[in-house]
């Protein structure tokens, strides 16, 4: 098991992952929130809702880094190094160990056995820790909530934050007695986690994404992108790929860029799906707007709902049609 110096270590380049499994009601949600604003860095949180009803599965996710560039990712983690069960009737429902990689935690709220938990889950490559959760709920809040308790079993394994910044996070949440019952579930919860520990490391760069791709203004890209959506890429059919085809006839627009108009956001390049974009990089070394590759574009018009100054218009490559009849020419 990692100790808090280790872990501070791996959170300087790396991002650890939570989820949270829970049924309607149970706090999973809560729970989530409470790991953010628990931790001394960065981090998201999002949950994710099937049918919306009391009982019903949930899950939550936490991003959690000392680097603020690793967490902008709105997204459900998808490889969690820890995964917290609050029912234990959801392991014989849910993959809860979908994504996990060797060496993750397991958190369950129950009474079984960690060795008979790896064999419902089917993963002997993890480590388990269980606490009877709900046991402690009845005795301390008089119903079944175990959001909080499991945050103290996470706090045995994860070395996250500590019992001093978690109950600073839940007096911030909750209020008076309320606050005050929470944080002693938590402090017996460390106390009674039960742990089985493989001793195998854990791969933290498992779905941390790389710092490059938070792209800053006026450097659209970090590289130069094929034409036309890359319809054709053998140059056996049509030599040279989809930069030799046409796809600017299949619009009825042409689409018409204001140079004066221009803010040089770069919106309409990020969102074209042809990169018919024309762009053209500056004494200043950086990368600006510089008109519309018709040769390419398709007249989605993406560009022009996408732009904020209007710099962007369009109009109908065919004439409006004449009613009149043609002149006859001829003599007399």
């Not at 889950?121 to 909530?145: H, M, Y």
């Not at 209020?175 to 854990?202: F, H, S, V």
């Amino acid at each position: 098991m990692l100790t808090p110096e280790q872990v501070k270590e791996v959170l300087k380049n790396d991002v650890i992952n939570l989820r949270f499994h829970a049924r309607g009601g149970q706090g999973g949600v809560t729970a989530s929130n409470l790991c953010v604003e628990a931790f001394y860095g960065y981090g998201v949180c999002q949950p994710l809702f099937g049918a919306e009803r009391m009982g019903s599965p949930t899950e939550s996710y936490v991003r959690l880094s000392a680097n603020e560039d690793l967490v902008r990712n709105n997204e459900q983690v998808y490889g969690p190094h820890f995964v917290s069960v609050l029912d234990p009737s959801l392991l014989g429902e849910i993959n809860v160990t979908a994504g996990m990689p060797k060496g993750g935690w397991l958190i369950v709220n129950t009474v079984m056995d960690q060795a008979s938990i790896q064999e419902v889950v089917g993963r002997k490559d993890i480590n388990v820790a269980t606490i009877d959760a709900t046991r402690i709920a009845l005795e301390t809040f008089g119903r079944n909530i175990t959001n909080t308790i499991i945050l103290g079993a996470l706090i045995r394994v994860s070395h996250l934050f500590t019992l001093d910044e978690i109950s600073d996070a839940i007096m911030r949440r909750f209020k008076g007695e309320i606050a005050g019952k929470n944080i002693q579930a938590i402090k017996q919860a460390i106390e009674e986690t039960c742990l089985y520990d493989l001793g195998i490391d854990i791969d933290f760069s498992l779905d941390t994404k790389v710092p490059w791709q938070q792209v800053k203004p006026g450097l659209p890209g970090y590289k130069e992108m094929d034409k036309a959506g890359v319809w054709y890429c053998d140059e056996n059919i049509i030599p040279y790929g989809s930069s030799q085809v046409m796809t600017g006839t299949w619009g009825e627009w042409d689409i018409i860029w204001d140079k004066e108009k221009c803010t040089d956001c770069a919106q309409c390049w990020y969102i074209c799906p042809d990169f018919a974009i024309v762009r053209e990089k500056g004494d200043d070394g950086l990368w600006h707007m510089a008109g519309i590759d018709s040769f390419h574009c398709k007249s989605c018009q993406n560009c022009i709902n996408i732009c904020p100054v209007e710099a962007i218009s369009k109009k109908l490559k065919q004439s409006p049609a004449s009613c009149a009849v043609p002149e006859e020419s001829g003599g007399e």
